[in-house]
């Protein structure tokens, strides 16, 4: 990992603080780094489970074009 992935990295969780502290939105990105995120506030259970699955599919799409 580069110094420039660690910097993003960072600033992308300062990013998700800030969103969570000043609006209470709660942060989901991709694991892989492509940018992907998905922000939400005020959801049910089933609907935070919902967004996760997103996000988990999300990352199951990377490693089949990576393959």
């Given at each position: 990992m580069t110094r420039i992935d660690t910097a993003?990295?960072?600033g992308h969780r300062v990013a998700d603080?800030?969103?969570l502290?000043?609006?209470g939105m709660q942060t989901l990105r991709c694991p892989v780094?492509?940018?992907?995120?998905?922000?939400?506030r005020a959801?049910?259970?089933e609907e935070e489970k919902q967004?996760?699955?997103v996000v988990a599919?999300?990352?199951g799409r990377?490693?089949?074009h990576t393959a």
């Open positions: 993003k990295k960072f603080v800030f969103a502290v000043t609006s780094g492509c940018g992907h995120m998905i922000r939400y959801v049910s259970a967004l996760t699955a599919d999300h990352d990377h490693r089949f």
